[in-house]
């Protein structure tokens, strides 16, 4: 299967920025697209960014024009620029990927989830 392992996130005060990486491990697979998603305490899991192979890029109406996502396709890698950071910005972020991937010489789809970094964002 196809591994998922984020860092970047921490403390930071509001108005500050951080940089979330993700990078996905694994063998014989392809990513179609990755992005963040974040839980705060009490509320449901929502889409921070998401961006495609091809680049095209999904932002949460809450996060647009202060947060950049970015990917390394030969890295398998995806980044996350957060700027101007608000204390309601706090939450653990996820990563998500979803693509393709080989296993008995077939091809299948598969959705896999990082272990979560928690962001804090002080007055």
């Known amino acids: 299967q196809v591994q998922l392992v984020e860092s970047g996130g921490g403390l930071v005060q509001a108005g500050g920025s951080l940089r979330l990486s993700c990078a996905a491990t694994g063998s014989a697979f392809s990513i179609n697209s990755m992005g963040w998603y974040r839980q705060a305490p009490g509320k449901q899991r929502e889409l921070v960014a998401a961006i495609t192979s091809g680049g095209r890029t999904n932002y949460g109406d809450s996060v647009k024009d202060r947060f950049t996502i970015s990917r390394d396709n030969a890295k398998n890698t995806v980044y996350l620029q957060m700027n101007s950071l608000k204390p309601e910005d706090t939450a653990v972020y996820y990563c998500?990927?979803?693509?393709?991937?080989?296993?008995?010489?077939?091809?299948?789809?598969?959705?896999?989830w990082g272990q979560g970094t928690q962001v804090t964002v002080s007055l």
């Open positions: 998500n990927a979803e693509g393709r991937y080989l296993r008995d010489y077939r091809w299948g789809d598969f959705g896999s």
